[in-house]
């Protein structure tokens, strides 16, 4: 008995074609290059030197063209330049999601589960007596029936209040969540490229939301000196600058974000790997990035308290192992009563999906 053979076993050819697995890489390249083009097909270039990713039947100027002819890059007649389009942007958005969370299947709307129930999007087995305020959908017209009929017989059939049962629903709770990212110049200081890791993160959850979270908001904000919005589309773009760590900017226009979303349920995640050394008074701005400076931490400390009585909980992903940082941030945390992870590059995702999704889970009140 021969059993299986295996032979000739390509572990690059998983049922994809060369122009797919070069995209897939391209992809991961724009993430690093800021959405430029040309500086992510030059690595494409020397990447196919050293690692032979063409050959003589499909080279670099097939791929080119198939990146054209299916609509990820364009020319920018204005410019000259090769550009990517929106069909890019959101390609990158789902590779990140699937690197970061794993593959996710679209789910029912306003997935955040809680244990009470209530008027929801889901149907639960769970059935009441009719009471005073319920609405006509919520009937259980089948059990309502068959109470009737066992209450007042099928001959002479007649429909009371008391007949009426009422099928309960799964509450699903709706969040709003503002995600701060720190663009100041320490997140690519000392050799680290922290940004990329911050901005895949950003785009992953921004695609989980669209796709998984429909009835769910997510704002992006980025603070450096200031602190302004970016769309999701912007991500892919987002780019580290000369700036301080301005945190209560960042913290200000959250909060002023989150007042006007109209979910009961509201929170922020801050991604940032340095101390707060700035603020903005007036038309000055006061720096020092010389230490835990108390005029400004006093600041981001009152925000914290404001956010409490606000109820919004502020969780931070600290990329950093300062002691002194770390205690400042434990300060911040136990202020807001919020959460703080010390989280290394490579498991920030892990820390805020888990964060993210632990919040449907909660009971709402």
């Not at 002479?156 to 969540?177: P, V």
């Not at 602190?227 to 301005?246: F, M, R």
């Not at 909980?313 to 959460?339: C, H, W």
């Amino acid at each position: 008995m021969l059993g299986h053979r295996f032979d000739k076993f390509d572990p690059r050819a998983q049922g994809k074609t060369r122009f797919e697995q070069m995209l897939d890489l391209f992809m991961q390249l724009l993430t690093y290059t800021n959405g430029d083009v040309s500086e992510a097909l030059q690595w494409m270039n020397e990447l196919d030197k050293k690692y032979q990713l063409t050959d003589d039947e499909y080279g670099m100027g097939d791929f080119i063209d198939d990146l054209k002819e299916n609509g990820y890059i364009k020319d920018d007649n204005q410019t000259g330049r090769i550009v990517i389009t929106g069909k890019s942007e959101q390609s990158i958005r789902k590779k990140s999601l699937e690197e970061i969370f794993g593959k996710l299947k679209k789910s029912k709307q306003g997935d955040h589960s809680t244990r009470k129930p209530g008027q929801g999007d889901e149907i639960s087995p769970d059935h009441r007596p009719f009471q005073f305020g319920d609405m006509l959908e919520q009937i259980d017209f089948t059990e309502s029936i068959r109470n009737a009929q066992i209450n007042h017989g099928v001959d002479s059939f007649n429909m009371q209040e008391d007949d009426l049962q009422i099928r309960e629903t799964d509450f699903k709770a709706q969040t709003s969540t503002v995600l701060m990212i720190d663009i100041s110049h320490s997140m690519i200081l000392y050799g680290e490229d922290r940004i990329t890791p911050a901005k895949k993160v950003a785009m992953a959850l921004s695609e989980l939301i669209t796709t998984k979270y429909p009835k769910d908001t997510l704002d992006i904000v980025v603070f450096g000196n200031d602190a302004w919005p970016v769309e999701i589309k912007d991500l892919p773009y987002l780019q580290v600058g000369p700036y301080h760590t301005n945190t209560v900017a960042g913290l200000e226009l959250a909060m002023d974000i989150l007042r006007r979303r109209k979910n009961p349920n509201k929170q922020i995640f801050m991604i940032t790997d340095g101390k707060p050394t700035c603020l903005k008074i007036g038309k000055r701005y006061y720096k020092n990035s010389f230490g835990l400076d108390r005029k400004v931490t006093n600041r981001c400390l009152n925000l914290a308290a404001q956010c409490k009585k606000l109820k919004i909980p502020i969780t931070t992903f600290m990329i950093a192992s300062d002691p002194y940082l770390q205690r400042f941030v434990t300060e911040f945390t136990e202020t807001n009563n919020g959460k703080a992870f010390f989280a290394s590059l490579d498991k920030l995702g892990a820390f805020i999906f888990k964060d993210f999704e632990s919040g449907k889970r909660k009971t709402v009140y």
